[in-house]
């Protein structure tokens, strides 16, 4: 088994949890808790979490957001079934869910009935809607974007756009295991649970709540960002030597002066038109093409090179696979080796945060479908 080394302790450790969930917004609330130490049961049925097989866009859903957890199938729609499911609860800390509306009701699993029976268990729903007029409808991550706003403000005017990534249900279930970190710390003080809900749409309502604000504080609204006024003249990606492109932000009077030193500019810093941003921005268009063709004389590598020596920000247009590579990534230990269900390799990025020094490690291959399901019931055996 190929895994991270690591000696630390992690703050969830002797946290059990129950995860009932399938491609990524619960699937992400239980990586997060399981990359804290928690002991995440992920109950799949007999063929296994459909992310398991999924192509395109979706194929890398199951070995992203399904780390460092145990895999038991239970079929919960039987008596058995249930009766284990009530066990293996009663043994448990967290239970996670986020099944299409009414489900886990509808199976006698909803919170007002388990807490009756575990008053102490921590429970998250992760769901399209909050409670209200919405609550029943079925979402995706594409729905409340183009319903929350995030569309209208990331495309061109008059053509929403998705943003490339399902930022909603990463957030969703970020938003939940801040929850349930939260109803933990409560429920040491007072021995209770609690209901822990969130949803795609609220969390896309957050994204764009500071351009709900703007149109509070202005009574404009917010144009699309392609549409929008910069209020920084050199702000955009620039073509380059060779064809390639490089996004430069000069976000200050002494860095574009420090811009101009880099592209040998001299006249441009000598123009008493374009002493301030103010004046420069009454000319943007016509001078942003004027440094770009100063650009062009150096590859995308040279120029970046010179912009990092004077300290000003820059980035090159980097597709997702590209990172794979990233030195940074690799250098700092965000990207690391797992095994995969199949046997194979696989590299993982880890949780974007660090605990007294170190990123929350891998610490066990991804599982196979069903792999723990004989060791967790050895140890619920004495229960009955």
Not at 229 to 241: A, K, L, R
Not at 335 to 356: C, E, K, N, Y
Request: aromatic share 6%; glycine share 10%; hydrophobic share 40%.
């Amino acid at each position: 088994m190929n895994t991270t080394e690591c000696k630390q302790t992690l703050p969830l450790e002797g946290v059990r949890v129950v995860e009932f969930s399938h491609m990524v917004m619960g699937p992400t609330c239980g990586m997060i808790l399981a990359d804290l130490g928690a002991e995440v049961i992920k109950i799949e049925p007999a063929e296994g979490d459909k992310t398991r097989k999924m192509s395109g866009l979706g194929m890398g859903f199951f070995r992203t957001y399904n780390r460092n957890k145990k895999s038991m199938v239970l079929d919960i729609k039987t008596e058995e079934g249930r009766q284990t499911l009530m066990d293996l609860l009663a043994t448990s800390d967290v239970m996670l869910e986020n099944f299409r509306p009414g489900l886990m009701d509808s199976l006698g699993l909803g919170y007002e009935v388990l807490s009756q029976r575990f008053p102490s268990l921590v429970y998250v729903s992760h769901k399209g809607f909050l409670p209200g007029p919405y609550e029943k409808r079925l979402a995706l991550d594409e729905v409340v974007q183009m319903m929350g706003g995030l569309a209208y403000m990331t495309g061109p005017e008059g053509r929403p756009l998705r943003v490339g990534a399902s930022v909603n249900d990463i957030m969703g279930g970020m938003f939940g295991a801040i929850g349930v970190l939260a109803a933990l710390i409560e429920r040491g003080k007072t021995g209770q649970g609690k209901e822990i809900q969130s949803a795609l749409f609220e969390n896309c309502v957050f994204l764009c709540a500071s351009h709900m604000q703007q149109f509070a504080m202005s009574g404009e609204a917010a144009p699309p960002l392609p549409s929008r006024v910069s209020p920084w003249t050199v702000y955009d990606v620039f073509s380059v030597g060779g064809g390639e492109q490089l996004f430069i932000g000069a976000v200050s009077d002494k860095q574009w002066i420090q811009l101009c030193e880099v592209l040998g500019r001299d006249d441009l810093l000598a123009d008493p038109n374009l002493q301030t941003n103010e004046q420069r921005l009454l000319v943007r268009h016509e001078l942003l093409a004027n440094i770009e063709k100063s650009m062009q004389q150096y590859s995308a590598e040279e120029l970046s090179a010179l912009l990092d020596k004077a300290g000003l920000p820059y980035a090159p247009i980097t597709r997702p696979d590209e990172l794979l590579q990233d030195e940074h990534l690799i250098a700092s230990g965000g990207l690391v080796p797992i095994q995969a269900d199949d046997g194979s390799q696989a590299s993982t990025v880890l949780l974007p945060l660090m605990l007294g020094g170190q990123r929350p490690p891998v610490r066990m291959p991804l599982p196979r479908v069903g792999e723990h399901t004989e060791e967790i019931l050895k140890s619920l055996a004495g229960r009955r």
